[in-house]
């Protein structure tokens, strides 16, 4: 075996180990695609352009009412426990400080992001916790079809509202990259991060409503199929 079918075989095992679980049989497709190529370079070329897989990030269907109360437990746990939030919350009081400290008004711009980030953020988690404590009663796991109903509402109520967290979380960068004294001049790894978050955060926030709107598809599916055999 050559070296270069040796790197496209290893390119297209790591693709399947890293794709999200709703991509994986799309990348085992790739994979198999990849070591029957004949062309070594030709191989290569495939299993570069599988990566694109690890881009999307999709949660396994649901393939019937039955799967619903799981996957609804779990996105309620995600909820109340915050998104991710926990950065800019916790950062805040320690900028909302520094704003009184600042020496010009970068830093002063900066440490106002980030607080107004926080408490964003803050206020989104608070929300969601009070209102997501007890989702209606705890029997509704009991009931596949009306805990698919409340998911199908939680999940619209979340593509809504999506602008929020991303809003939060774009604050706290880029008051982080701002609020910095010296400026990213003296602070080059930060900015690197804060670049990073800046690319990456609309674009998972994207994922996670695509996420949402195609799991509606998928509750009513479901829903319709169940109503289509109740009928029979």
């Not at 900066?110 to 209606?136: F, K, T, Y």
């Not at 509704?140 to 409340?150: G, H, L, N, Q």
């Not at 809003?167 to 701002?178: I, P, R, T």
Request: charged share 20%; net charge positive; hydrophobic share 45%.
């Amino acid at each position: 075996m050559t070296l270069v079918r040796i790197v496209a075989l290893t390119i297209s095992d790591k693709v399947v180990r890293w794709a999200s679980p709703g991509c994986k049989e799309w990348a085992e497709g790739l994979e198999r695609e990849a070591r029957v190529i004949e062309n070594d370079w030709a191989a290569l070329r495939w299993a570069i352009g599988s990566t694109r897989v690890l881009l999307n990030r999709r949660p396994v269907p649901l393939t019937s009412l039955d799967e619903v109360p799981a996957a609804t437990q779990k996105f309620v746990e995600m909820m109340r426990g915050g998104m991710g939030m926990w950065l800019p919350i916790l950062y805040g009081p320690q900028y909302g400080w520094m704003f009184f400290y600042a020496r010009s008004w970068p830093e002063r711009v900066g440490c106002a992001l980030v607080l107004l980030g926080s408490i964003a953020a803050g206020s989104l988690l608070v929300i969601e916790r009070r209102r997501l404590n007890v989702p209606w009663y705890d029997s509704i796991y009991d009931d596949p079809v009306a805990c698919a109903r409340f998911y199908k509402s939680e999940l619209g109520h979340r593509s809504s509202t999506i602008w929020i967290p991303t809003f939060a979380v774009l604050c706290f960068f880029v008051g982080l990259s701002l609020g910095q004294r010296g400026g990213l001049q003296e602070h080059p790894g930060l900015g690197a991060v804060c670049m990073v978050g800046l690319a990456v955060v609309p674009w998972a926030m994207l994922q996670a409503r695509r996420n949402a709107m195609r799991r509606i598809e998928e509750i009513d599916a479901l829903l319709a199929e169940r109503e289509h055999l109740a009928e029979l």
